[in-house]
């Protein structure tokens, strides 16, 4: 039986609450336990899903999709500086150092 799934980002942790952000636009507020604890802001998983919605007990780390993201902003981010004329365009990528 195929199991259908959904790609979550932790937007941010704060306190006992997870914000996580779906690739499809949604923003769910969990609380922290119900993550597996190796996950951190920027971590991005994959949830299984079920009837009444996702079943965060399935969430898993997907590390290929979180590198292929970082190396895309990375893409983005020469883009703008090659169209802009300038280095002072960048932000932090956890993980990439810059």
Known sequence: MLVSTRTFTVDRLDGRLA?????DGT????????????????????VALQPGGPDWGSAQP???????????????????????GGSRIGCVVPGLGF
């Open 19 to 23: 914000r996580l952000v779906g690739d």
């Open 62 to 84: 997907d590390e290929a999709t979180r590198t292929w993201r970082d190396a895309l902003i990375s893409v983005m981010l020469e883009e703008l500086r090659w169209r802009w």
């Open 27 to 46: 923003i769910a507020d969990i609380p922290r336990r119900w993550l597996p604890s190796a996950l951190g802001e920027g971590s991005v998983m994959r």
